[in-house]
């Protein structure tokens, strides 16, 4: 089996790796894109009547002008997606699932029932968290800054169009709410250390897992939230984590080795490994 971005098994805010399980990786890379990149901005709503809390499920891509499915180039079979919830219990902000897997890269338990056959190398995990989207984003100020450069979502593209950010919640021409808003609502009394800086936001670090990031709040808050899709990451690889024995899940593996036969080229690579 050849080499493939992998995720780093460190700890997460969900806990170890457990044996036995089937997980999705989007790995890490320094050929890859920014992180930035992969974040729906703004957040994406679920589907209507989609149900993900502890259901992972295969989805097939369609094109969203058209709705005609979309087929694989190489192989001309449909191309099929996982969307996946990501759960308060383990990161109460969606931000804390972001940062995780900046540091770490994205890994998430599937069901070993699912068909991951399906499963190509244009499969993408698309990941949603119950506070994703802000439902009074226009009656909050305008982030510092939009890393995805769209404009009317931050302060520094107002100040270029020479807008008045102060006119921006009457602003119909907005699109938001704007995703890295999501940083600056984060509670600086749910830091783990708060450093007060002269003439600026306090700068707040939070410990997820074995993740440490930062970020400096407005004090804003927040109480209602709509669930939505936060990213879409490439699908990498898939890792089977061992029992005691050695062994894997044989129902997981056995669909992985009908996707290397059936889809060639484009199949979706897998390994073994004990965490």
């Known amino acids: 089996m050849f080499d493939f971005p992998r995720a780093i098994p460190d700890e997460r805010g969900c806990g170890d790796r457990e044996p036995g399980g089937v997980y999705a990786e989007s790995g890490l890379s320094p050929y890859g894109s920014p992180l930035e990149y992969f974040l729906f901005d703004p957040p994406l709503p679920l589907p209507a009547g989609v149900d993900l809390v502890n259901k992972p499920q295969l989805w097939q891509r369609v094109d969203p002008a058209s709705g005609e499915p979309v087929l694989d180039g190489e192989t001309g079979r449909p191309v099929y997606d996982l969307l996946i919830h990501i759960g308060a219990e383990h990161y109460p902000h969606a931000i804390d699932y972001i940062e995780e897997t900046r540091r770490l890269g994205a890994s ?134 061992q029992y005691a024995d050695g062994t894997v899940n044989e129902k997981a593996k056995a669909k992985l080795l009908v996707g290397m036969t059936q889809n060639e080229d484009m199949a979706l690579p897998f390994y073994e490994t004990d965490k």
């Open 108 to 241: 998430r338990r599937l069901n070993a029932n699912l068909d991951l056959s399906l499963l190509t190398r244009r499969s993408r995990m698309l990941l949603a968290h119950p506070k994703a989207i802000i439902v009074p984003w226009r009656d909050l100020t305008l982030p510092e800054w939009c890393y995805k450069r769209l404009p009317r979502h931050d302060l520094a593209s107002y100040a270029l169009l020479g807008l008045d950010a102060a006119a921006a919640q009457t602003d119909e021409a907005r699109m938001g709410p704007c995703i890295f808003k999501l940083w600056d609502v984060l509670k600086g009394d749910e830091a783990m250390e708060v450093f007060e800086q002269e003439g600026q936001r306090p700068l707040c670090l939070r410990k997820i897992g074995s993740t440490i990031y930062e970020y400096r709040p407005t004090g804003e808050e927040v109480k209602d939230w709509e669930p939505g899709f936060i990213l879409g990451l490439p699908i990498t690889g898939i890792a089977l984590i």
